[in-house]
DNA sequence: GACATCGTACTCGGATACTAGATGTCCGAGTGCTCAGGG
DNA sequence: CCCTGAGCACTCGGACATCTAGTATCCGAGTACGATGTC
């Protein structure tokens, strides 16, 4: 799995602290020390999937494009790791005896299900935790988080 | 995911279908008109895993090394991908505020835990399955299958 | 005729190239601020 | 003094290198069969 997943996650939360102002890519990098560029081209992937909104130009920056309890880590995972399952089935049966090239071998064969099945579950309890969740759970386990954060920001701003 | 695991997992099912006897990497290969070299890498790293036997010489090849009862998919995906999980925490939290230099942010990070609790439900999906359950499900639904594999292997000896 | 030994053919095993995708970087496109000049 | 417009500084956006890991291949190690020669 790309890297990026984390880093965007993690920048996703840090921007449902920012309280509605944009923040730019440079700050969001520097916050853990990441290369920028290449946090820039993440961020420019989660713009893509309606995650987030950029602007460009002084005072731009990137926000969340919607409530953080609508943006779950499934969506993140998609956007930056393309849609595509982890096990692909290449229909390798259409090679073996007695196979139907009309068949949909993806549907048909009973690993290709196995698979799909466990990939399904791991989806599911990616959607169903969101970016809203995750921040609850850190503001539970250390409530000046937030606040450190915004700080944190602000004194990058030099 | 890696490409092997799919040829693995045919490979391992129709082995079970072997009846004890040992089957070549190039018959195996054959079956599905797959690059034997490859395929062979594939095995080879099975075999490490404990999951097949290998024997080298004419009349040598691979059979299972146990009960296809208990051979999970997990296995074979841990055998052929490695036993890391997708998500890699990289621990980027320790370069932010507040850090504490000497916690294990694997463990401690909510977005870590998040990652790693969908993970865990999806291998246990995966080692609840086993070659024994897959060919169950084929023989319910082509009880033709094991006896056409055979037949191949046979075809294939010349 | 039977046995032992050598040779041979076949298969696994690991070391070695090749290639695609992830990682990292750079320059152009777009935008709001600032400041100068004129009314 | 206020308004207008051009210049500028800053940021996003996508195109361009670099590097790791998956893909593919080849040759050596190991083993059983069979042929051959001898007793």
Redesign the pocket.
Known sequence: M???VEWAMHSCVNLSWASGE?????RLAAFYNL?T??L??Q??AL??AGILT?????????QLARDPRNISLLDIVVAI??PDDAFRCMEILKEGPGADARADYTKVCVISQAMRGAELTYRRELASRSIADISDEVVRLTPAAPDNTRNRFANLKS
């Open positions: 790309n890297e990026g944009a923040v730019t890519a440079k290369p560029a290449y820039n081209k961020l420019q713009t893509r950029s602007v460009s130009g002084p005072k731009g920056g990137f790791d393309g």
